[in-house]
């Protein structure tokens, strides 16, 4: 079975640059979430998606980072206009909606460096 | 806000030695969970606990949820070079209308041969 599918896998670009980063949920899984890790804040929550709606963006910095999720299979998170500041690993990852379920699915992570 | 305490920040142990490590907490959790994440890789959930008291192994690993519903702990027997990573333990408690998942800053694991 196929896991969570994210793209690109490395980006580098300059300061100023629009980043679109994109994920691919397991098939079947209505929860999809987009998580930032860097070596001082380790793995921050930037946002949870519930059947293709925003549940709680309050993990997203600011006015420049941006998600969507228009359909079941897929979820973008742009950066605009990018920063130094914003080189990190950005994690997509999926969910099973059963009950009780908890684990999360995570992909290979999209590591950003802006220059 | 809601956080989640992990110990050993790291470890160095040779092979062959039993690891252990913990995850703490202020508030109480609904489920934990143990992830480990490889170099370059997105974490890979080891082990997830749903019952306060929980003991659940999963080869060489065995995790437990506190009683308190407030900490878990992981050990791992015999530790062999591939478990080499960072460890992470990530709880989650039922928020209004959705479980928030939150994850602790990690247990990084060197083993020497």
């Known amino acids: 079975d196929a896991g969570v599918i994210q793209s690109p896998r490395h980006e580098v670009t300059e300061m100023g640059q629009e980043v679109t980063l994109r994920c691919k949920p397991i098939s079947g899984h209505n929860s999809l979430f987009w998580y930032r890790q860097t070596m001082m804040r380790g793995l921050e929550l930037l946002i949870y998606f519930n059947n293709n709606v925003p549940i709680d963006d309050s993990g997203m910095p600011e006015d420049r980072f941006s998600a969507k999720m228009p359909n079941a299979s897929f979820s973008t998170l742009k950066i605009q206009p990018s920063e130094p500041r914003d080189s990190a690993v950005y994690f997509c990852?999926?969910?099973?909606?059963?009950?009780?379920?908890?684990?999360?699915?995570f992909g290979e992570g999209s590591r950003l460096t802006v220059l | 806000g809601q956080q989640l305490n992990q110990s050993p920040q790291s470890m160095f142990i040779q092979e062959g030695e039993d690891v252990s490590m913990n995850c703490t907490s202020s508030?109480?959790?609904?489920?934990w969970l143990w992830y480990k994440q490889d170099p370059g890789e997105g974490p890979v959930l080891l082990i997830a606990l749903y019952k306060a008291g929980e003991l659940t192994s999963n080869g060489r690993l065995t995790a437990q949820f506190g009683i308190t519903r407030k900490d878990s702990f992981l050990n791992i027997s015999a530790s062999i070079p591939s478990d080499v990573g960072i460890y992470f333990c990530a709880g989650q408690r039922l928020e209004t209308s959705y479980d928030k998942v939150i994850f602790g800053p990690g247990t990084s694991l060197s083993v020497i041969p």
């Open positions: 508030s109480i959790f609904n489920t």
């Open positions: 990852a999926s969910r099973p909606n059963r009950v009780g379920a908890g684990e999360l699915f």
